[in-house]
């Protein structure tokens, strides 16, 4: 509900009930010709009525009090499926972290996996073969770690 339709509803009521107030005077004056102790006896017999207002006042606070529980509730509920909602996204965002870990370390093998391919290329290349033995020696250590990387995530 529009809260200016609220405020709105609430001063058309005041107006409704002082309204009414004044008639209710003017018509007990004019009535009892304006003889107050007259019209306080009158008065005195809308005890019981006065006692009814008062009930259904209790009953419209009293559901207020229900349905403010209600949303309260309903509140305590939306912020537990907000917090298992965070939780699960951040045990997403912390499996996505270790996967780019393992990313960079598969993308740093194989980098120098190539770099030793180069150099043992180019030791050939020179005629040195003690260092090409060294460097595919190197090389094959660094294959048998990729190897493992990948075996250990299943591929």
Known sequence: MNRGFRITSVAWV????????????????????????????????????NTLFTGLAFVVVLATLIQQ??????TKRDVEEERLLQKRTTELVAEQAKALALVA????????????????????DRG????????????????????????????
């Open 69 to 74: 529980s209600r949303q309260i509730t309903e």
């Open 105 to 124: 370390r598969l993308n740093a093998l194989t980098s120098r996996i190539e770099a030793y391919h180069v150099q043992v290329a180019d030791a050939n």
């Open 128 to 155: 040195n073969t003690e260092l090409a033995k060294r460097l595919v020696g190197e090389r094959h250590t660094l294959l048998l770690r990729l190897d493992t990387v990948l075996r250990s995530y299943g591929d």
């Open 14 to 49: 005041c107006t409704l009930i002082l309204t009414v107030w004044t008639l209710y005077l003017v018509v007990v004056g004019c009535v009892f010709q304006w003889d107050w102790g007259k019209s306080g006896q009158f008065g005195d017999t809308f005890g019981a009525l």
